[in-house]
Nanobody, 123 residues
C-alpha cells in the first residue's frame, strides 16, 4: 500500500533550522509531484510548498518564500523541506502528500498523506 513517513521535526529556537524528510513507498515516486502542508492548533491545514515530479519546478506559500526550500531525490523516493530562519508562527504539524491533480495549493488535489511530524519553534 502507499505510505508516506515524515521525519525530522522537533523543537528549535527562533532563527534556527530544521530539515524534514518524507520517505515514500507503494507508488512510483518519480511519477508524482509532491507537496508539504502544515496545520497549527485550531487552524486549517495550509499549503507550504510543492515540487514537480522531476524537481524542476517548485512552488511556495508567501509566508515561507525565501526561508524554506523543497527538494526531492527520486532515487531515494524521498522529498525534503529545508526550513531556515524559523519563526514561532511556523509551529505546526507538517505533512507531506502525493499530488493527484489540480492546483498544488489546495489539499483536495492530494490523495495520500503521511502521519505528520511536529515542528515547534520557541521565541
Amino acid at each position: 500500500q502507499v505510505q508516506l513517513v515524515e521525519s525530522g521535526g522537533g523543537l528549535v529556537q527562533a532563527g534556527g533550522s530544521l530539515r524534514l524528510s518524507c520517505a515514500a513507498s507503494g507508488r512510483t515516486f518519480s511519477n508524482y509531484p509532491m507537496g508539504w502542508f502544515r496545520q497549527a492548533p485550531g487552524k486549517e491545514r495550509e499549503f507550504v510548498a510543492a515540487i514537480s515530479w522531476g524537481g524542476g519546478s517548485t512552488y511556495y506559500a508567501d509566508s515561507v518564500k525565501g526561508r524554506f526550500t523543497i527538494s526531492r531525490d527520486n532515487a531515494k523516493n524521498t522529498v525534503y523541506l529545508q526550513m531556515n530562519s524559523l519563526k514561532p508562527e511556523d509551529t505546526a504539524v507538517y505533512y507531506c502528500a502525493f499530488h493527484r491533480s489540480g492546483s498544488f495549493y489546495y489539499s483536495d488535489s492530494y490523495d495520500y498523506w503521511g502521519q505528520g511530524t511536529q515542528v515547534t519553534v520557541s521565541s
